[in-house]
């Protein structure tokens, strides 16, 4: 069955094109820095959303119809939603595809039962993958959804929900690696609190990092050599989650000696929410070897919730695409954590959003290698920090000199000009020129 009859293929025609099923930007055979657009951006399709995700909101129910000609919570509807995303990602030539454990079958309140039904399906998504070029990015666990989760799931006060989790993340582990998924993610949902006052956070802290270790332990058996990620999210659900941003859990990795193990997956939304940028969640990932994968969105910043919109910010793209490019690439990839407007419910509206989002990543890496081969930043921070090549400067950097020794020179010079200028808006200037012309 042909579920998207109404186009055949989604092809690049140039940005001269009218044709809405059609890419402006993203034409995947294109050559940047010696490697092809569809290497530097390994898009990936978000099972939950695209194939899930029927428009419903805390204010109202689903507008979409995502049954795809079968009955909702049974296997029938489990399978036709795998024919229909494979359909999709080969008319788009999308590479990859990220899952939760629940997006690809309907949980029974018996787990035994819902591990069968997830050997089944991905027995099924196997046939499927047979003879295309279409993989698993990275798999994870729902583990948020469930009332049982409530208070979390490293973060649970329960030893038998504590069981539950284990368990979950041991059968996602058994379908990623199967399914040759080259990462697995932990987004902790409801691993934070709603209040101080009932929460011992040290005893949470250390029960989620030993669930991590554990996890990585049992993976490592069964032959993953991917990496882990870390999804940063400050608020939403919780009121206060553990992985506040990108620093937050830089910082508990290496507290818990998760960090050779684990790197980041960084959401654009999620940034935003922290009260960062993309690029500063992108860069403080990069600078401490932790850039790892990117769920590429972008959200509203005039409403304070997750709203997980499809990418058009051409200048965010690029930014992030300067700090991928800088960063050598990603162990992971793109992965569309994006929905269809409640507004936006037809069939070519899922299209249109994936299109718009490779179209806007494209733009972005085409924008991003022209600044850097027009070595515009580079020289700005050059210049900026070139004090420090003096041979006082390099003194400090390599730690051959004492803070009496440095005082000496102040009191030595009396007294201390400004520095030179930052020239921020020059900077800002020439950026726009590459981005517009």
């Not at 359909?87 to 079958?105: A, N, P, R, T, W």
Request: hydrophobic share 40%; with cysteine.
């Amino acid at each position: 069955m042909e579920y998207f009859d109404f186009v055949k293929k989604v092809n690049y025609e140039g940005e001269q094109s009218s044709n809405p099923f059609a890419f402006k930007f993203y034409d995947p055979d294109r050559v940047i820095f010696g490697k092809k657009m569809s290497e530097h951006l390994p898009f990936a399709m978000a099972w939950w959303h695209n194939l899930g995700a029927a428009g419903a909101d805390m204010f109202g129910v689903g507008t979409a119809d995502k049954s795809f000609g079968a009955a909702p919570g049974t296997m029938e509807h489990a399978r036709a939603k795998v024919d229909a995303g494979f359909e999709f990602m080969q008319k788009l030539g999308i590479k990859y595809f990220c899952f939760h454990d629940v997006d690809l079958v309907p949980e029974d309140k018996d787990i035994n039962v819902t591990n069968a039904r997830l050997d089944e399906i991905s027995d099924y998504i196997l046939e499927k993958m047979n003879g295309t070029d279409i993989k698993c990015l990275w798999g994870t666990a729902n583990m948020f959804g469930n009332p049982r989760f409530m208070n979390g799931a490293g973060s649970t006060n329960d030893v038998n929900v504590y069981c539950f989790a284990a368990a979950q993340i041991k059968k996602a582990l058994d379908i990623t690696v199967k399914l040759g998924g080259r990462g697995y993610v932990f987004w902790g949902g409801r691993e934070g609190y709603e209040t101080l006052l009932n929460t011992d956070v040290k005893f949470e802290q250390e029960n989620i990092a030993s669930l991590m270790r554990m996890a990585v332990e049992y993976g490592r058996s069964i032959g993953f050599e991917g990496d882990f990620y870390i999804e940063p999210k400050p608020k939403e659900p919780m009121t206060h989650q553990y992985d506040f941003d990108a620093a937050t859990a830089i910082g508990f990795l290496r507290q818990y000696g998760l960090d050779k193990d684990f790197k980041l997956n960084i959401e654009a939304n999620h940034a935003t929410l922290a009260g960062h940028t993309f690029q500063h969640e992108l860069r403080i990932s990069a600078v401490n070897g932790m850039l790892g994968s990117i769920d590429a969105n972008q959200g509203n910043l005039l409403l304070g919730w997750d709203t997980d919109e499809f990418p058009f910010d051409a200048y965010s793209a690029t930014m992030c695409m300067y700090e991928v490019l800088k960063n050598g690439g990603l162990t992971g990839g793109f992965n569309f954590d994006a929905k269809n407007r409640r507004t936006s419910n037809t069939a070519e509206d899922m299209f249109y959003g994936y299109i718009l989002g490779m179209d806007t990543f494209a733009l972005g890496l085409i924008k991003a290698a022209e600044i850097i081969e027009s070595k515009t930043i580079d020289e700005f921070i050059e210049k900026k920090y070139s004090s420090f090549s003096s041979e006082l400067g390099r003194k400090i950097r390599n730690g051959n000199i004492t803070l009496l020794q440095l005082s000496e020179i102040a009191c030595e010079k009396k007294t201390c000009e400004i520095p030179e200028s930052g020239r921020q808006e020059k900077i800002q200037s020439e950026i726009n020129q590459i981005l517009f012309k």
